[in-house]
């Protein structure tokens, strides 16, 4: 169970383009979804936190105008780069926490991540 | 401020030893969670294992186990006997209290295990 997959796991873009990265939770809903970015040997950096039918919440520094996010269903949380260049170019993770689960529970369930390559 | 810390950036362990891996955190939330990652080469994030606050025993779930020492604020992961593909960075992190989510997240041990 507590299955996240994201797709593409590997994308290479040109500069300009906007790419979108999709995140499911496959065998449970995900009232919260998470969308993080990781640099080499770096720990995991919070972009945003997404709830299913409202505005995501951005984390200070992080462009929404630029990561959009959609959260449009209890499993399907979407994040489009637009107009990317080469600085965005990093990992890219979701993570999702189950609906229902008690508040001091509150394990993330991550998807295998996309690695965005931006030339 | 809440905030966890790894202290290990790496470590090398022989093959079937025992590895703890050191985590510390501040908070002065009473009720909060705990929760090891392992990250493989791969990149995917594994959930290992989780403690609450106001769990009164330690956590184990297989070969992973948790030493939680609430006041001394450690929450040291134990894995015992090694294998190979234990090899991977592992993070340490901290949920932010009731009403939000959001995890906390350590710098991260990168464990190596020598054959």
């Known amino acids: 169970g507590a299955v996240v997959s994201q797709h593409p796991s590997r994308v290479i873009c040109k500069s300009g383009t906007s790419v979108k990265i999709e995140c499911r939770s496959l065998?449970?809903?995900?009232?919260?979804m998470f969308w993080y970015r990781q640099f080499p040997k770096q720990s995991l950096m919070l972009m945003a936190t997404?709830?299913?039918?409202?505005?995501?919440?951005?984390e200070q520094g992080v462009e929404k105008d630029k990561f959009l996010i959609n959260h449009a269903s209890l499993t399907l949380s979407t994040l489009t780069v637009t107009s990317a260049h080469p600085e965005d170019s990093s990992f890219y993770i979701c993570?999702?926490?189950?609906?229902?689960?008690?508040?001091?529970?509150?394990?993330?369930?991550f998807g295998p991540g996309t690695r965005l390559l931006v030339l | 401020a809440q905030k966890i810390t790894q202290t290990q950036p790496g470590m090398f362990v022989q093959e079937k030893e025992a590895v703890t891996l050191d985590c510390t955190y501040d908070t002065s939330d009473p009720s909060y969670g705990l929760f090891w990652y392992k990250q493989p080469s791969s990149g995917e994030m594994i959930f290992l294992i989780y403690?609450?606050?106001?769990d009164q025993q330690n956590a184990t779930e297989g070969r992973y186990s948790l030493n939680f020492q609430k006041a001394r604020k450690s929450a040291n992961l134990v894995i015992s006997a090694s294998q190979l593909g234990d090899s991977a960075m592992y993070f340490c992190?901290?949920?932010?209290?009731?009403?939000?989510?959001?995890?906390?997240w350590g710098a991260g041990t990168k464990l190596i295990i020598k054959p």
């Open positions: 065998d449970f809903q995900a009232t919260t």
């Open positions: 403690q609450g606050s106001y």
């Open positions: 997404s709830n299913e039918g409202s505005k995501a919440t951005y």
């Open positions: 993570s999702a926490r189950e609906r229902g689960r008690a508040f001091v529970d509150e394990t993330q369930y």
């Open positions: 992190a901290m949920s932010r209290g009731r009403s939000n989510y959001q995890l906390i």
